[in-house]
Structures are given as structure tokens and as C-alpha cells.
């Protein structure tokens, strides 16, 4: 099994290889660069392990993570004491308050799904059935500072009934049962970014219609998250 794929039992040590991982994957993918994003794991009902800030997410060592309780408190600080945790943990414990199931939430700044946002375009639904079907309805939040506590206000009516949320103008929150289920509707957002604006850039955007559309959605409930 992938270490992305972690079990409900994966150990602590598991749980870290498995964000450093995952921050590898959505670095060499271009999902995050320089030292921008974060991801987190739910350890148990009271704590999270976390990345820091300032260190690129591509380059993580097991022992750069942090671990918090669900207030905001650092139980164990990473091995270099200087590190301190992510100034977006507000955003990552609001959404496990809201989600009980889930286990895994990456912060990432994929470059056209940014795009879409800076344009105030949608992600839009009729255009490529994997989004309909594996990502249902992705919502853009309402302009919000990044590193504060508004981008937790941001997403605080939107997460219980999505996978995939858009930051306006700074990033994109995908969340999962775990990592792998995150980083892949991670993928799949910026796939349909990319699709979006190349397409638009051709100069036309053929949609799916409006009988296909309906099958899509009687088949969306197979493909609901574990998460939920």
C-alpha cells in the first residue's frame, strides 16, 4: 500500500513519511512552489501533525513536522526548535472540526486554478464529466488574507459538502479520507483548470449537455468521498 494510503491505524512515524511524501509529489507536480502550501494528517480526535512554515514542502524531513492539539497548541515541536508551526493551521483545524472523517488537508497554490480565481471564473461542471463525477461542485471563497484567521471564516460554510474548495486569488484546500485521496482531487482540480484555460484561450468551450449533465449527477453518489 502506498504510504498515502494510510490506514486508520498507521503509526506517527507512518503518518510523517507519508506528508513528506505527498509534499514531494505536489512540488515536482508544480502544485507548490518555493515555500508556499502546507498539508496536515489528523492523528487521533485531539491532535494534528503538521508542516511547518517556511520550508518548501518539496524538501520536508520526518522530524520538520509539528504536532498540535485542536486548539491551536504545539504538543511536540519539530527536532529544529526554530521552526514554528503554519500560520494557515487555523484553516486546517477548522476543517477537521467540521469533518470528523476526515484524515489528510493540503493548502496548495496550483498555478491555473489560481488563475480561474484572479479571472473570477468558475470551475465549471459541464465541461469535463471527472470533475462532475469526482469533485462534484468546486466553490470559490471570498477574498481573504492569507496567513490570518479569515481564510477559516473563508471556508467555514463551504467545507462540510465539498472535497475541493478554490482561495480566492492565493490557492486551493483539498481534503480526504487520506493523503492519496487528497493529492488526487488536488490533481484533478488543476487538470480542469488547465483544461479551462487552454480551451478558452482557443477561443470556445463546448459544453456537455444538459442530459449528460443529469446522468453525471445520478452517478456522482459512487463516487462521494469516504470522507464524508
Request: charged letters at 25%; one cysteine or more.
Amino acid at each position: 500500500m502506498t504510504l498515502l494510503r494510510f490506514k486508520p491505524d498507521a503509526t506517527e512515524d507512518e503518518l510523517r513519511c507519508a506528508i513528506v511524501e505527498a509534499g514531494r509529489i505536489a512540488y515536482e507536480r508544480h502544485l507548490l512552489t518555493s515555500n508556499d502550501g502546507n498539508l496536515s494528517v489528523r492523528l487521533d480526535d485531539e491532535r494534528i501533525l503538521i508542516t511547518p512554515s517556511g520550508l518548501c514542502k518539496g524538501r520536508l524531513a520526518p522530524d520538520d513536522l509539528l504536532i498540535m492539539d485542536m486548539q491551536g497548541t504545539i504538543v511536540r515541536p519539530a527536532a529544529d526548535p526554530r521552526l514554528k508551526s503554519t500560520t494557515e493551521t487555523p484553516m486546517h483545524l477548522e476543517v477537521y472540526r467540521h469533518r470528523p472523517k476526515v484524515r489528510a488537508v493540503i493548502h496548495a497554490h496550483p498555478p491555473y486554478a489560481i488563475a480561474l480565481t484572479v479571472a473570477g471564473r468558475p470551475l465549471r461542471l459541464d465541461v469535463l464529466p471527472e470533475v462532475m463525477l469526482g469533485l462534484g461542485e468546486v466553490p470559490t471563497t471570498a477574498y481573504a488574507t492569507p496567513s490570518s484567521e479569515e481564510d477559516a471564516f473563508a471556508i467555514r460554510d463551504l467545507i462540510d459538502n465539498h472535497e475541493a474548495i478554490l482561495l480566492r486569488q492565493h490557492g486551493s484546500l483539498t481534503v480526504g479520507i487520506h493523503l492519496d485521496e487528497a493529492v488526487i482531487h488536488l490533481e484533478r482540480l488543476e487538470l480542469a483548470a488547465m483544461v479551462l484555460v487552454l480551451a478558452e484561450a482557443m477561443g470556445q468551450i463546448n459544453t456537455l449537455s444538459p442530459e449528460a449533465m443529469t446522468k453525471l449527477r445520478a452517478m456522482r453518489a459512487n463516487f462521494v468521498s469516504l470522507s464524508r
